[in-house]
């Protein structure tokens, strides 16, 4: 196996998109932008889509990394809203974008024209949610995009296997295609619910990190292959794991919380770089092939089946934000009232990604009977066009757009007085303990050992308020800015000791190595510390 394609995607798009970080250019779109490029340059492999390496080797990780960043309670909060996007507008999309292509496409059959529609239903929100990060949307839109993302693919690649099984002769209905809805949503539903509170079982027995470690790399193709295996919804499995144990993550050995949160930042960065990358380059195979339909008549259908795409996300997130509200009294004094800024943006915020390419890649070359399958190369065109076409147009627009409507700002000093508030409460239980501790005599301390620990608890305790104050006048740095850079000012001086003593050869390599695991943990610590 020739590992130098794979190495060259992986280097390559990881050094774009660290690039990206300092440019005004979402990463995923110049991820995307740089691949179309690269994909004609002279002597750069070929990089072919597979579906059976992105669905159930680069969706479970990637699902698995969003959920258990994602808040449990918020997403509990939006869940209807989440539901109508992720279940009603996928549904719907598959449905009008189907039914749009089969009248605007000559000789193409209905059943196929419903597998372009359910291709193309799903939103890739990493890119959205990327951009509301950035230019700061409120956290109830980035909750129900991020929610979306989570869970339409699931829908999709239902409708998708119901549609094509129509489409390739198999005798596939409606009532049968609810069915298989159903068992695929609810058993993905339990088995997630099955496998979530063993695998926290053992990654709370479990006292090596590098095993829990290891384990957590493991969990969402374990969720994802069990689910698959017994025909049921892998995403939906990966989805409800990962949110529990995401929400329980406070309950696991801290050394394993630190060394999680490095592994699967780095897993998420290359994957995601890797994955927008490969779309850029999908270009050669797809104008592969296309034969009639290529020049104008490919690319006015690319232009209208992207308009409908577009068109198609408003018309359901409209309604679909306002009716039940003016229906239900219950949900208008339990939920936020939507705003048109809101619906505005969600609805624009219809990007699609990865994984509408790699379930057209999985459409078969021929249907029963050994005939070829209809439109198959202008269906995976067609796809191309509307992944790259939402992802440039939508995503390049988004932030304008944003800025366009003037949504409120985050209000940073609230935020910083509810973390000091809360920062206080949790001061004054952990003085209380330790005051208990202290009075029991098998726990005595020296008198400076045990006013450190105070110290310690003072400290925490000022350092969010501190940054309600005033700056340095000549620095311009707050407060906690300060400390953190004498601490780390004081931890430099201690670790170049420390090496040149292990350069006289006072102190030999190991000893070195721990020494300097210690100062690092401090530094962190400091760093946390200072906020």
Do not use: C
Not at 122 to 129: I, S
Request: glycine content about 6%.
């Amino acid at each position: 196996m020739d590992v130098m394609p794979l190495l060259l995607l992986v280097a390559g798009s990881a050094a774009i998109a660290a690039a990206a970080r300092r440019s005004p250019v979402p990463a995923p779109l110049l991820l995307v932008a740089v691949g179309l490029v690269v994909a004609y340059v002279p002597g750069i492999p070929d990089y072919t889509l597979e579906p059976e390496v992105v669905l159930p080797l680069l969706l479970p990780p990637l699902l698995y990394t969003s959920a258990s960043d994602s808040s449990y309670l918020d997403l509990r909060a939006q869940l209807r809203p989440v539901a109508l996007l992720s279940v009603g507008y996928v549904l719907f999309a598959t449905v009008v974008v189907g039914w749009a292509a089969y009248l605007i496409i000559p000789g193409m059959p209905l059943t196929a024209a419903l597998v372009l529609g359910a291709v193309v239903a799903p939103p890739d929100a990493v890119a959205a949610t990327a951009v509301a990060r950035r230019v700061g949307l409120p956290s109830r839109i980035t909750t129900i995009l991020q929610g979306e993302s989570l869970l339409n693919d699931a829908t999709a690649i239902t409708a998708y296997k119901v549609a094509l099984a129509a489409a390739v002769g198999e005798g596939a209905t409606w009532a049968g295609g609810v069915v298989e809805f159903l068992i695929a949503a609810v058993g993905g539903v339990g088995v997630g619910l099955v496998l979530m509170a063993p695998l926290h079982w053992l990654r709370t027995h479990l006292r090596e990190p590098l095993l829990q470690n290891t384990l957590s790399l493991l969990i969402p193709f374990v969720a994802y292959g069990v689910a698959e295996q017994v025909h049921a919804s892998g995403v939906l499995a990966v989805v409800v794991v990962a949110l529990y144990l995401g929400h329980r993550a406070w309950e696991v050995d801290f050394a394993t919380r630190l060394q999680e949160e490095a592994v699967w930042k780095m897993v998420a960065f290359i994957l995601e770089s890797a994955v927008f990358a490969l779309i850029g380059l999908q270009l050669p195979v797809v104008l592969k092939g296309l034969g009639a339909y290529e020049g104008a008549a490919a690319a006015g259908y690319a232009v209208v089946l992207f308009v409908v795409v577009v068109l198609t996300r408003f018309v359901w997130v409209f309604p679909a934000a306002f009716v039940p509200r003016l229906l239900s009294e219950r949900i208008r004094e339990s939920e936020e009232n939507p705003t048109w800024r809101g619906a505005a943006v969600t609805s624009w915020a219809g990007m699609r990604g990865v994984v509408s390419l790699a379930i057209a890649f999985s459409i078969p070359l021929t249907v029963h009977g050994g005939r070829p399958f209809p439109q198959h190369s202008l269906i995976l065109f067609l796809t191309f066009t509307t992944v790259i076409g939402t992802l440039v147009v939508q995503g390049l627009s988004l932030p304008p757009l944003i800025r366009l409507l003037k949504f409120p700002g985050r209000d940073r000093q609230a935020e910083t007085l509810a973390e000091a508030n809360a920062q206080a409460q949790a001061s004054r239980a952990a003085e209380t303990r330790l005051d208990e501790l202290l009075a029991d005599e098998r726990n005595t301390l020296p008198p400076p050992l045990a006013d450190r620990l105070r110290q310690v608890l003072e400290r925490r305790r000022n350092s969010v308020w501190e940054r309600l104050g005033q700056t340095n006048p000549v620095t311009g740095e707050s407060v906690d800015d300060t400390y953190r850079r004498l601490s780390r000012e004081m931890i430099s001086s201690e670790r170049e000791v420390f090496v040149r003593l292990r350069d006289l050869r006072y102190i030999d390599d190991e000893m070195l190595r721990a020494l300097l695991r210690r100062l690092d943990l401090e530094e962190a610590a400091a760093y946390r510390e200072a906020g």
